[in-house]
C-alpha cells in the first residue's frame, strides 16, 4: 500500500520555541493530507485539513496561530507549532489519500511524530 | 457522518477468532463502515470497509447486519501482534474525506 512518512519521529524542544513537523506521500500524490493530535490513553483529534496550494481548514478550537499549516507541494505538508508549551506535547499524526484511487479507498497514516515541550 | 459506540475493551486467545462489535444506529444509507487500527505508538492502518454487504480480505472480515445498525469485525486466527485498538467509523464520501475517530475497543490477545 501507499506510504506516508513523517519527520522528525520525536522531538523534544524547550517552551516558547517553535517546532516543524513534516507529514510526505512517498509513491502518490496527496493534494489533502490531514493532521490529527493523540494525548496519552485518548483517541485520536482532527486538528486541520491540509489542502495543496490553498489555506488549510482547522476544525473548531484549533488555534490556526498556533498551529501553522504548508501544503506547498502535492508530496509534502508541514504543521509547525509556534511558541510550544508543555501542554502541546502529544502525538502528531498525519495522513493522505491517493486522490487517483476512489473516494472510497483508505487513508495512509504515518507514523506519527511525538512532541515533548519542557 | 453517524456516531459508533464500541466496547471499550475485549480479551481474546492467542489463535482463537476475534470478533469485535460496533453499533451505529443512525447510519444513513450513503455512510460506509470502516475499521482502523492503532498499534501503541504508532500511526493508525486501514482495515477493512463496507456499505452493506460482507466483505473479505487478506486481514480480516466485516459482517454488516441487514439493518446496518451495527457491524462486526473478525480476525480469524488472533496474534499477540494484533493486540491493538480498533476504531470503527461511519462517514459518506463526500469531498473532505475526513475521519473522525471515537474511543475505539482495545484488543488484547493473550498467549
Known amino acids: 500500500g501507499a506510504v506516508v512518512s513523517q519527520h522528525p519521529s520525536w522531538v523534544i524542544c524547550k517552551s516558547g520555541t517553535s517546532v516543524k513537523i513534516e507529514c510526505r506521500s512517498l509513491?502518490?500524490?496527496?493534494?489533502?493530507m490531514f493532521w490529527y493530535r493523540q494525548f496519552p490513553k485518548q483517541s485520536l483529534m482532527l486538528m486541520a485539513t491540509?489542502?495543496?496550494?490553498?489555506?488549510?481548514?482547522?476544525e473548531q478550537g484549533v488555534e490556526k496561530d498556533k498551529f501553522l499549516i504548508n501544503h506547498a507541494s502535492l508530496t509534502l505538508s508541514t504543521l509547525t507549532v509556534t511558541s510550544a508549551h508543555p501542554e502541546d506535547s502529544s502525538f502528531y499524526i498525519c495522513?493522505?489519500?491517493?486522490?487517483?484511487?476512489?473516494?472510497?479507498?483508505?487513508?495512509?497514516f504515518g507514523p506519527g511524530t511525538r512532541l515533548t515541550v519542557l | 457522518d453517524a456516531k459508533t459506540t464500541q466496547p471499550p475493551s475485549m480479551d481474546c486467545a492467542e489463535g482463537r477468532a476475534a470478533n469485535l462489535p460496533c453499533n451505529h444506529s443512525t447510519i444513513s444509507g450513503n455512510e460506509y463502515v470502516y475499521w482502523y487500527r492503532q498499534i501503541h505508538s504508532q500511526g493508525p492502518q486501514y482495515i477493512i470497509h463496507?456499505?452493506?454487504n460482507n466483505e473479505t480480505n487478506e486481514m480480516a472480515s466485516l459482517i454488516i447486519t441487514e439493518d446496518r445498525k451495527s457491524s462486526t469485525l473478525i480476525l480469524p486466527h488472533a496474534t499477540l501482534r494484533d493486540t491493538a485498538v480498533y476504531y470503527c467509523?461511519?462517514?459518506?464520501?463526500?469531498?473532505?474525506?475526513?475521519?473522525?475517530f471515537g474511543t475505539g475497543t482495545l484488543l488484547a490477545v493473550q498467549p
Open positions: 509513491d502518490f500524490q496527496a493534494t489533502t
Open positions: 463496507g456499505l452493506k
Open positions: 495522513s493522505a489519500r491517493d486522490p487517483k484511487a476512489s473516494p472510497r479507498s483508505e487513508q495512509f
Open positions: 467509523i461511519v462517514r459518506v464520501d463526500g469531498a473532505t474525506n475526513k475521519l473522525i
Open positions: 491540509s489542502n495543496e496550494g490553498s489555506k488549510a481548514t482547522y
